[in-house]
Structures are given as C-alpha cells and as structure tokens.
C-alpha cells in the first residue's frame, strides 16, 4: 500500500477527532525514518562501487539527516514580521501581515509538526502561502502538510518537475521523490515574479544554474533582507547538485547578483547557518572562487578527480570552511565534476 493509500485510510477512521494531527504526524515520521533506513542500506550495499560516494555510513545524505534531526528548532526576530526558524532542515522564514503568514521554505517532514507550532507561536497567523528556494528535502519536507492545510505553494518552474519525479544527487547519497500532488508548487514562474505580504515586496529571483536550476532568491523590502536559499551555507562548503542543473560558475554567478542587489545594511538569510551580513557572503564568494581556480589548475595539469582530491586544493581553508556534512574531499569532486562537464560540454 503506498504512502497516500494508507495515510487516507487512517483520515477516514480519525479525520475530525482531536487526535487526528496528532496520528497524522505520527505517521508522516515514521515514513521518514522508514525511507532513510531504506536509503541507508541502499548507500550501504552500493557504496564500493558508486563513484564519488563517501564510505558507507558517511554520506553527507548521513551526516546532514543526522544534524537536521537532533539540532533545536530556534526563532529569530528579523523585526517588520519577518522571523527565521533555523535547525530543523534548512532555514525557514516567516513574514506575517494582519492575517496570514508567507512562508519561505518548509524544513524536514519529520519535524513539520514542531516547525507549524513555533511558526505560529512567533506570527499568530495561518500560512497561506509557502515559496520553495529549491526542490531539496530539507526544504520541501513540509510541503505535504502545508499544502494539504490550503497553503498556496509558489517556486521556480524546474521545481516542480524535480518535485515530479525521482531525483539523485551525486556525490550526496541523495534520492528523493517522486512527491504527492499536495506537495508541489500550484505557482510557478521562469526568471522573476513579484509578490506582497503586507508592508513588504518580496521580489524571487533565479539566475540560471546555481545550487540547482531552480533557485530562488527572494529580496524583500523595505525590510532589506535578502533569503538565498541554498547558494550560501554559512559558514560551511555548500553542495553542489549538478544532478539538478547546479554549477560551481552558476553558483559564483548567482552570489554575485546577489551582491550587486544588497548593501551593507542588507540582512542575508542562508540556506543553512545563521542569518549574515553583506561582508559574510562576499567572504563565502571568494571562496567559492579560490576553490574554482585550484581545481581547475589541477584539471588543466592532467589530473584526474581522485588526484585533484589527493592534492587537496581546499587545504588552508578547511579549519574556516570545512566543519560541516560537506567535506573538503566531496566539494572538491563537486567543483571538479563542474568544470569538467562545462568543458567536455563545449567540444
């Protein structure tokens, strides 16, 4: 019986009692753990012969999943009804107007319950509306109840083909969908679309290939705060999906629109980490930009990926860049998987 079959079977028996919610999170939980465990044997018996994958039970897929489980649910205030809520999967944030909240992005399934519960502590306000940065579980994972709610879900138009059916993501041990209709954007747009909540604009954005091919980034104003989603993890190497169309030139590319449209004063909500400054995700860039370069010296060179990795290109800036689920030698496949795809592309 498939996961939609058996979670209707339990609305029509417990659907208007008081425990109702409460089952139903139940249930979405343990169909999480059940389809990581599943994952995990999968990395497991595939893992001496998959390419790039780290070694069984230090996948970066592991490591994330582990943190986004066990890290606490906190809220910050950005002032002007705008909050972030940062541990449960990727940042989310909330803008409430007079009657309803817009919410940018929808953290991990097994934690929806918790993350719906300090939305509306913090707002007061049903979301009506949720704006997926990318198609990524850890910032999809809340679309079912969110949309099952009546929640409105807006993103990137290659998000909801992605959300349509099975992806991977190399060098991760990542494979995720195809979700249920309820979870999929209802909105889309191409390169841009405008929207309000209240006293503020909120301007999406793509650029092209990035973190993916459907990034969104949403500047929101007059509040001066820029939600990136998923090009900046702060203060840690970020994944590349080139599954998903992402690109370690489109991610440079992105950041520095991103840089081009903020100030000073501009407030940075990262896919990951705490909320930054302008000065935070120009450090983030040169990075990037430092790691391309090396790589691609060592590609011009001969070398192949295992030895691009052996010389170990990210040496010096791993003790800033290196403490998180993506290491140094992962991000170094990604950048060298890249730019050898952009060149084999252009022969």
Not at 26 to 31: D, G, H, P
Not at 95 to 116: N, P, Y
Not at 139 to 146: A, E, S
Not at 250 to 260: A, E, F, H, K, P
């Amino acid at each position: 019986m498939r996961n939609r079959q058996f979670l209707q079977l339990l609305k029509s028996h417990f659907e208007g009692t008081p425990t109702w919610k409460h089952v139903l999170q139940q249930v979405r939980t343990s169909f999480h753990h059940i389809q990581v465990l599943l994952l995990a044997l999968v990395i497991t018996g595939a893992a001496s012969h998959a390419a790039g994958q780290t070694a069984a039970g230090q996948t970066v897929i592991h490591k994330a999943t582990e943190q986004f489980e066990n890290s606490p649910l906190k809220t910050t205030s950005l002032g002007n009804g705008i909050f972030v809520l940062s541990g449960d999967g990727g940042d989310v944030t909330a803008i409430v107007d007079d009657g309803s909240t817009l919410l940018i992005d929808s953290g991990m399934d097994s934690r929806v319950g918790e993350l719906s519960n300090a939305i509306f502590a913090a707002t007061q306000r049903p979301v009506t509306r949720l704006v997926n940065t990318h198609w990524h579980f850890d910032h999809t994972g809340g679309n079912v109840f969110f949309g099952s709610s009546g929640a409105k879900i807006i993103a990137q138009e290659n998000v909801k083909k992605q959300l349509s059916s099975v992806q991977n993501v190399p060098f991760v041990g990542l494979t995720d969908g195809h979700y249920p209709a309820q979870a999929l954007p209802t909105q889309t747009y191409s390169s841009n679309m405008t929207l309000r909540q209240g006293s503020q604009q909120l301007i999406l954005a793509n650029y092209g290939r990035a973190h993916t091919d459907g990034d969104t980034v949403i500047y929101i104003s007059p509040a001066n705060v820029a939600v990136v989603g998923d090009i900046f993890s702060n203060p840690v190497y970020p994944i590349i999906d080139l599954g998903s169309g992402g690109s370690i030139d489109g991610m440079i590319n992105s950041i520095d629109q991103v840089l081009t449209h903020t100030d000073e004063q501009t407030r940075i909500v990262p896919g990951h980490g705490p909320v930054a400054s302008r000065a935070d995700l120009q450090n983030y860039r040169d990075m990037l930009v430092q790691v391309r370069r090396r790589v691609e010296l060592l590609i011009t060179a001969g070398k192949t990926m295992n030895e691009a990795v052996a010389a170990a290109p990210t040496k010096d800036l791993d003790a800033r860049w290196g403490g998180g689920y993506v290491t140094p030698d992962v991000f170094t496949k990604m950048v060298f998987s890249s730019l050898t795809q952009v060149s084999s592309a252009s022969r």
